[in-house]
């Protein structure tokens, strides 16, 4: 049985006929907000969601929110956490990856505040393969001790999809180019306010 701020799940096209209905949260880093993101959404990175509580909290007595991160998995744990402060939202199911995969637009904005704009899991990728291929070439040229790097790298990848958590995206989360400006977020929150 759920209770009753148990977050709902909503699939695109149930999400997509009601838009104009919700206040749109989305819950990724600056710069995978600026890559592309939902219609009028405002952008409260996972780690501000506690800062934001009252805004949110506001918005959610005016009608219904809709929070969204690239997969849905990060909406869901930022909804259960809502909830557990009294506040009754849903997610996106599949994020706003199954909301382009279903053909709907994604708003980008005209010049990106934000460095390059890249995905997570791309920012990962990236750092992972460098760490990796540095490894290999100190390890070569040298001592083979530093092939130890590749290999905790490997590790910290299996670990991660046995774990579906990922250390090294909280750390480049952390990065300049990931974290709103105050100037940003103090907008957004008031964006929230307002809406």
């Given at each position: 049985m759920t209770s009753p701020l148990s977050p709902t799940a909503l699939g695109t096209e149930q999400a997509h006929v009601r838009l104009a209905e919700f206040t749109v949260i989305d819950?990724?880093?600056?710069?995978?907000?600026?890559?592309?993101?939902?219609?009028?959404?405002?952008?409260?990175?996972?780690?501000?969601?506690?800062?934001?509580?009252?805004?949110?909290?506001?918005?959610?007595?005016?009608?219904?929110?809709?929070?969204?991160?690239?997969?849905?998995?990060?909406?869901?744990?930022?909804?259960?956490?809502?909830?557990?402060?009294?506040?009754?939202?849903?997610?996106?199911t599949g994020g706003t990856s199954a909301w382009a995969g279903s053909g709907h637009e994604l708003e980008r904005p005209a010049v990106r505040a934000t460095g390059a704009g890249w995905s997570m899991e791309r920012q990962v990728r990236l750092t992972a393969g460098a760490l990796v291929l540095l490894g290999l070439l100190l390890a070569l040229l040298v001592h083979p001790a530093f092939a130890l790097l590749s290999a905790g790298i490997a590790g910290g990848l299996v670990l991660s999809a046995l774990t579906d958590t990922c250390g090294m995206a909280a750390v480049l989360a952390r990065l300049p180019h990931n974290r709103p400006r105050p100037a940003d977020l103090a907008a957004t929150l008031a964006a929230l306010r307002a809406h």
């Amino acid at each position: 049985m759920t209770s009753p701020l148990s977050p709902t799940a909503l699939g695109t096209e149930q999400a997509h006929v009601r838009l104009a209905e919700f206040t749109v949260i989305d819950v990724r880093s600056p710069g995978e907000y600026a890559s592309g993101h939902l219609p009028g959404a405002l952008n409260i990175p996972v780690d501000q969601l506690r800062r934001a509580l009252p805004e949110t909290r506001h918005a959610a007595e005016r009608g219904d929110v809709l929070m969204v991160c690239a997969s849905g998995a990060s909406s869901g744990n930022a909804c259960r956490f809502l909830a557990e402060q009294g506040i009754r939202t849903a997610t996106l199911t599949g994020g706003t990856s199954a909301w382009a995969g279903s053909g709907h637009e994604l708003e980008r904005p005209a010049v990106r505040a934000t460095g390059a704009g890249w995905s997570m899991e791309r920012q990962v990728r990236l750092t992972a393969g460098a760490l990796v291929l540095l490894g290999l070439l100190l390890a070569l040229l040298v001592h083979p001790a530093f092939a130890l790097l590749s290999a905790g790298i490997a590790g910290g990848l299996v670990l991660s999809a046995l774990t579906d958590t990922c250390g090294m995206a909280a750390v480049l989360a952390r990065l300049p180019h990931n974290r709103p400006r105050p100037a940003d977020l103090a907008a957004t929150l008031a964006a929230l306010r307002a809406h």
